[in-house]
């Protein structure tokens, strides 16, 4: 059965860190692209980071590509999204979801293309 589960939220300061982890399972993790995507409270979804399993390509949000960084973990499935310098914006909940990859690369534009979507790990942060 093919699942990914988020985990590694929480309240955090603003110029704190946190790494949250995608955990998989049921699929070849090898072979997919895995996105994360956070949804602020009244905001739609965006996507924040992708990495392209096979290849290791990685994209990132404009806005935010100077503070987040996607990894894999080797040996293991699960897809990791360490935020540093957090900033009260970046309150939300974060989900990782997959994309099978038609190319080289991973885009976040294109939302429809992923599923298996994880319950999401809320973000919170505050003074």
């Known amino acids: 059965q093919v699942q990914l589960v988020e985990s590694g939220g929480g309240l955090v300061q603003p110029g704190g860190s946190l790494r949250l982890s995608c955990a998989t399972t049921?699929?070849?993790?090898?072979?997919?692209?895995i996105g994360w995507f956070r949804q602020a409270p009244g905001k739609g979804r965006e996507g924040v980071s992708c990495?392209?399993?096979?290849?290791?390509?990685?994209n990132y949000l404009d806005s935010v590509k100077s503070r987040f960084t996607i990894s894999r973990d080797s040996g293991k499935n699960t897809v990791h999204l360490q935020i540093d310098n957090l900033e009260l914006e970046d309150t939300a909940k974060y989900f990782c979801?997959?994309?099978?990859?038609?190319?080289?690369?991973?885009?976040?534009?294109?939302?429809?293309?992923?599923?298996?979507w994880g319950p999401g790990a809320q973000v919170t942060v505050s003074s």
């Open positions: 979801a997959r994309s099978w990859p038609t190319d080289n690369f991973c885009r976040l534009n294109s939302q429809s293309q992923y599923g298996a």
């Open positions: 990495l392209n399993s096979r290849t290791g390509t990685t």
């Open positions: 049921g699929f070849n993790l090898d072979l997919w692209i």
